[in-house]
């Protein structure tokens, strides 16, 4: 793909799917996209799987939370599920608490499409 990720809402479900290694550019423009999306989809409850398999996030020396990603405003609103498909327990751990600091959202991180499907069908969306 062009850009390092892809995002495509089906019904009530946000789907982002990320590749490669990333910049802070492609971040930025990620949580850009997202917050356009988030904000879409206020008006109903909403989930969010994110597939994490392909894709690694910049070491911790790279001072990933600089101002211009830290300043972008993703509004969850009705937002009331999250899945994350990782290889291993570790890969974007650091990330789990702005996540798990949402009040109201369920979250899980799975190993495979089928456990995240299994998971998500709990929530009708």
């Given at each position: 793909?062009?850009a390092?990720?892809?995002?495509?809402?089906?019904?009530?479900?946000?789907?982002?799917?990320?590749?490669?290694?990333?910049?802070?550019?492609?971040?930025?423009?990620?949580?850009?996209?997202?917050?356009?999306?988030?904000?879409?989809m206020?008006?109903?409850?909403?989930?969010?799987?994110?597939v994490?398999?392909?894709?690694?996030?910049?070491?911790?020396?790279?001072?990933?939370?600089?101002?211009?990603?830290?300043?972008?405003?993703?509004?969850?609103?009705?937002?009331?599920?999250?899945?994350?498909?990782?290889?291993?327990?570790?890969?974007?751990?650091?990330?789990?608490?702005?996540?798990?600091?949402?009040?109201?959202?369920?979250?899980?991180?799975?190993?495979?499409?089928?456990?995240?499907?299994?998971?998500?069908?709990?929530?009708?969306?």
């Amino acid at each position: 793909p062009s850009a390092p990720y892809e995002i495509n809402k089906i019904c009530n479900l946000i789907n982002g799917s990320l590749y490669g290694h990333w910049n802070i550019a492609a971040e930025f423009q990620y949580l850009k996209d997202h917050a356009h999306q988030f904000t879409e989809m206020q008006s109903q409850p909403w989930g969010l799987l994110v597939v994490m398999r392909n894709w690694v996030l910049r070491t911790p020396s790279d001072n990933m939370f600089e101002e211009k990603v830290a300043n972008v405003h993703l509004d969850r609103t009705n937002q009331i599920c999250e899945c994350w498909i990782v290889n291993s327990p570790e890969q974007a751990a650091e990330l789990q608490p702005f996540v798990e600091a949402t009040p109201n959202l369920r979250f899980k991180r799975v190993y495979s499409k089928e456990q995240a499907l299994d998971w998500l069908s709990l929530f009708n969306l």
